[in-house]
């Protein structure tokens, strides 16, 4: 059910929740003053409370009213937001505690998006995880919140997300961040501007409390291995692959941006066409967006994942 930007914000006020386009992902939003909508969210996603969510707000002055982000940081997020980029940082409001998982902590962005700046601006700050049934891949395009919901979930109109993969997620601690996930905005553009103490060389390894369950995984098995027991191939349009099998593509070897467009609409239309086996090419760089999307895939695919993959230097 697609509701217009004005009926989004009575569904708001009326306590209930709405799917909403983000420039990542697509949300499922709810007002943070309303703890019945916030416990809504984890109900209709089945996301574990320990979960804690995401709070969106309209600009930097007003999430600074929610958290203290150390002074020196402050101009240099201005440089990211609004944009891809979320901040966990110690809370210095009262906020209902569903919502931080009982965390001193809160998970702080303003995204970059008119209809969803519109929503805050009019509601007040809004909670709002990944739109997707916990556990599967992220909703990336409208039909993505009907498929999971049945249709039952208002999703407000606007422009489908642009980026295609979450928010990347800075940890602050005393004097310097930690990488809690992977995300939208590549590390190496955020090295000049926080000092990012890097976790350790295993990409697996960025840890928000999400990131303990399964995630981004379709229905359907995905494999590193290529065989001829395998019913589609995810991979590059400009790739050859010796195994004749249907092609999924997610676009060019040579764009990781469109990779990353079109990776969680790829994996679902594999469940959309009951693909019960299908083979994903794994072998691409592993530097700025790829290194996202490698996390990903990895979280994706049951089976270990190195394995079978071309270490590209
Ligand atoms: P999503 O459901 O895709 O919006 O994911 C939100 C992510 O933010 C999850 O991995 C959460 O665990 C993480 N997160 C939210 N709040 C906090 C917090 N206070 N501390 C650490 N991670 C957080
Ligand atoms: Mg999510």
């Not at 969510?53 to 440089?79: G, R, T």
């Not at 965390?103 to 995880?129: D, S, Y």
């Not at 995810?234 to 990781?256: A, M, R, T």
């Amino acid at each position: 059910m697609t509701v217009s930007v004005q009926e989004a914000i009575q569904f708001l006020k009326d306590k209930n929740v709405v799917a909403v386009p983000s420039e990542t992902v697509f949300g499922l939003a709810a007002s943070i003053f309303y703890p019945d909508a916030i416990k809504k969210i984890f109900e209709i996603k089945g996301r574990p409370p320990k979960n804690p969510l995401i709070v969106h707000f309209a600009s930097v002055e007003q999430a600074l009213e929610y958290v203290d982000i150390a002074p020196a940081f402050v101009p240099n997020l201005q440089k990211f937001w609004p944009g891809p980029l979320t901040v966990v940082a110690p809370l210095k409001k009262e906020i209902d505690p569903l919502i931080t998982a009982n965390l001193p902590t809160l998970a702080v962005r303003v995204p970059n998006h008119p209809v969803f700046l519109e929503l805050i601006r009019a509601v007040g700050p809004l909670a709002a995880p990944s739109a997707n049934r916990s556990g599967f891949p992220s909703a990336t395009r409208k039909w993505h919140v009907d498929f999971d919901y049945n249709g039952m979930v208002p999703v407000v109109e606007g422009m489908e997300p642009d980026h295609g993969l979450e928010s990347t997620i800075l940890i602050q601690k005393e004097g310097y961040f930690l990488i809690g996930r992977l995300g939208a905005t590549p590390i190496e553009n955020l090295n000049d501007f926080f000092k990012i103490v890097e976790n350790t060389q295993d990409f697996m390894a960025p840890q928000c409390p999400g990131q303990m369950y399964r995630h981004y995984a379709p229905t359907c098995k995905l494999t590193t291995v290529l065989s001829d027991e395998i019913e589609a191939i995810v991979g590059f349009c400009d790739v050859n692959y010796p195994v004749d099998k249907p092609l999924y593509s997610v676009g060019s070897i040579h764009h990781p941006a469109q990779v990353a467009h079109h990776l969680f609409e790829t994996l679902r239309l594999l469940d959309h066409d009951r693909i019960k086996l299908a083979y994903v090419d794994t072998n691409f760089p592993s530097a700025g967006l790829y290194l996202t999307i490698h996390e990903r895939l990895s979280r994706a695919i049951q089976e270990t994942y190195h394995q079978n993959r071309e270490l590209y230097v």
